[in-house]
């Protein structure tokens, strides 16, 4: 787990930065509905629907990861497949 510091984030990247810093390992669905995705087009058990959230949220972690590379974290896959997590950068 990492240290939960205040950041000044446009809001979809600080609900994901929330996210992220509160748990391990969050799933892509759990981060799609968490910036406002569909709730219709997520399936935690469906491979197509799995695949549609990660193309969906990988623009806000791209995002995310430019502003917090200055405070040394970074977003990476977590240890479950289609999952991401919140590390210190090395």
Known sequence: ???VTELKL????QVVYDLLARSGDVSVVDLYLAV???PERADEHDDK???WAQSRV????????RRLKAHGLQVK???IKR???LVPSK
């Open 1 to 3: 787990m990492v240290e």
């Open 77 to 79: 896959p977590g240890r």
């Open 83 to 85: 999952t991401y997590c």
């Open 49 to 51: 629907s799995r695949s």
């Open 36 to 38: 406002g995705g569909d």
């Open 58 to 65: 990988i623009q806000h972690i791209g995002r995310l990861n």
């Open 10 to 13: 446009p809001r979809q990247q």
